[in-house]
């Protein structure tokens, strides 16, 4: 015979009635009993006292699961994520503070339970900071009619809830959106006349974008410079060429001396004056 911890163990929900039966069917714990098992927990580390715990509050467990049950996800599913809440607050749980296992776990419960909730309603994450949380869980309770809020509605609310007005209405607006799937017909074979959302995602392998700008930036560079180029005087741009740009050698200083019958020092400064010339120019 299957006993009561066996079918506790899982919750399908295809045995979810069962489950839900048998839960009940573990009695309440008196004050008396619970600070007993508690403290044989918390100081003897008593496997058999958490499990005696955990068992007697599941019922708590499924009356905070159903009022999450609006949000189109299993119930079954609800329960165990409350149930984790459950066993986390139970091995947290100090006998000493002087309150019952119920209260204290109710937060715990709720909390994995919400975390869930918020994982999987949508594909992408509706709620991330502490007002949109708050805002997520209670907008719907607050609603006292089907349809968008008017601006006094959104006071009100944003009012009681201790939140922005702006913070309401975006809330709002994402609860209203839809997912939009990626392939709308996947039992069509994509092709260039199916323009399927997926077939435009990224590939994260792949560096053809920063090619792309590369080449682009290759381009304009060389652009701007050749036409910064034009605007120096010959000797000037010569020198340039021979001492930058020549890809086969770089001329000297005296080389260049030599060939214009200067000195290497005013090669020199017509070098810098020139390359100042070409700074502004590429700049502007």
């Excluded at 986390?88 to 709720?110: C, D, M, Q, T, Y």
């Amino acid at each position: 015979m299957i006993n009561k911890v066996q079918i506790l163990s899982v919750t399908p929900p295809s045995n979810l009635d069962a489950y839900i039966r048998i839960a009940n069917l573990w009695p309440m714990l008196s004050i008396e009993e619970e600070q007993s098992l508690t403290k044989q927990l918390r100081y003897d580390g008593d496997l058999n006292a958490a499990k005696t715990l955990i068992l007697s509050h599941l019922r708590f467990v499924i009356y905070i699961a159903r009022n999450y049950s609006g949000y189109g996800l299993l119930q079954a599913d609800l329960i165990q994520e409350g149930n984790i809440g459950l066993m986390k607050a139970v091995r947290r749980f100090n006998p000493e503070i002087g309150v019952r296992l119920v209260s204290f776990a109710v937060h715990w419960i709720k909390s994995e339970i919400h975390e869930y909730v918020l994982r999987n309603w949508r594909i992408v994450k509706i709620a991330t900071t502490k007002s949109q949380r708050k805002l997520f869980f209670n907008l719907r309770k607050t609603k006292k009619r089907l349809g968008w809020f008017n601006e006094e509605e959104i006071e009100i609310v944003a009012r009681e809830l201790g939140v922005s007005s702006r913070d309401v209405r975006e809330m709002e607006s994402r609860m209203s959106a839809q997912d939009i799937t990626f392939n709308p017909f996947p039992e069509e074979d994509i092709d260039i006349n199916n323009h399927n959302s997926i077939q435009y995602l990224k590939d994260k392998t792949s560096n053809f974008a920063n090619g792309v700008e590369q080449d682009n930036w290759k381009k304009h560079a060389s652009y701007k410079l050749s036409n910064a180029l034009l605007r120096l005087d010959e000797r000037s741009r010569d020198i340039i060429n021979a001492r930058w740009l020549d890809k086969n050698k770089k001329n000297t200083l005296q080389k260049l001396a030599n060939n214009y019958g200067i000195s290497a020092e005013r090669v020199r400064q017509l070098e810098k004056n020139a390359m100042k010339k070409l700074k502004i120019a590429i700049e502007n």
